[in-house]
């Protein structure tokens, strides 16, 4: 099987401008899980998203907002960016949600504001 | 709530070594625990997990991890580092009562094994 993708692997984005990472899961799992990794601030849940609906949110600002589509391929975005959006965006894809099931993460999104 | 500390920010070893890296979690249930690899530009790769019953757990690449409840420690180890294995550990928890798949991470630990 192919593994999770994400595309773009590189963002250079300007203060203020919006963004919009991509993520598609491993074949047959409908689960997609978002993180922020950070020097600083290390590896932060985002939110998931299971079956098109948001199952989980971590404590980020409502600037950043995600979805899912019908063939569980995930959509991140980010608006009016920041200067310490700065980060890897890595997904994350499970069969299922909940219990003891892992995650496959994807490469990353390596998103850089100036 | 749930948390997670990897105590040490870099662990040093020599080649054929054993290596351990050390993970100590806090749950308000019973944990789900895993261990994830990140090599430079690239994602995580899942090593091992535990879930209930045997607390050694064996896992890829010749890692494996003791659960301790009493502790509430899930050390990984391996008997004989390889230099292949410097890399990004980071240990993850969930709360077996927590409904999703949201993983709480440790700051994780740079592994360096030395030739």
């Known amino acids: 099987k192919a593994g999770v993708t994400q595309t773009p692997r590189y963002l250079i984005k300007t203060r203020g401008q919006q963004v919009t990472l991509s993520c598609s899961p491993i074949?047959?799992?409908?689960?997609v899980s978002w993180y922020q990794q950070t020097p600083g601030q290390g590896l932060q849940f985002l939110f998931e998203?299971?079956?098109?609906?948001?199952?989980n949110k971590g404590n980020f600002p409502g600037r950043f907002s995600g979805r899912q589509f019908s063939n569980s391929r995930s959509e991140m975005n980010v608006s009016t960016l920041e200067l310490g959006d700065s980060a890897l965006y890595l997904c994350?894809?499970?069969?299922?949600?909940?219990?003891?099931?892992?995650?496959?993460f994807g490469p990353g999104t390596r998103l850089t504001v100036t | 709530a749930q948390s997670v500390a990897q105590p040490e920010d870099q662990v040093n070893v020599a080649e054929g070594n054993p290596l351990t890296v050390k993970c100590t979690y806090s749950?308000?249930?019973?944990?789900?625990l895993f261990w994830y690899v990140q090599y430079p530009n690239r994602g995580l790769q899942f090593l091992l997990k535990?879930?209930?019953?045997?607390?050694l757990v064996k896992g890829s690449y010749g890692f494996e991890a003791e659960f301790n409840k009493s502790q509430t420690s899930f050390h990984l180890k391996k008997p004989s580092a390889l230099v292949s294995d410097s890399a990004l550990y980071f240990c993850?928890?969930?709360?077996?009562?927590?409904?999703?798949?949201?993983?709480?991470f440790g700051g994780g630990t740079r592994v360096l094994v030395k030739p």
């Open positions: 994350a894809s499970s069969s299922f949600s909940g219990g003891a099931n892992e995650q496959y």
């Open positions: 074949s047959g799992h409908r689960s």
């Open positions: 998203y299971f079956s098109e609906t948001q199952r």
């Open positions: 749950v308000s249930g019973n944990p789900y």
């Open positions: 535990y879930i209930t019953g045997d607390n």
């Open positions: 993850a928890v969930r709360d077996m009562k927590a409904a999703g798949n949201k993983l709480t």
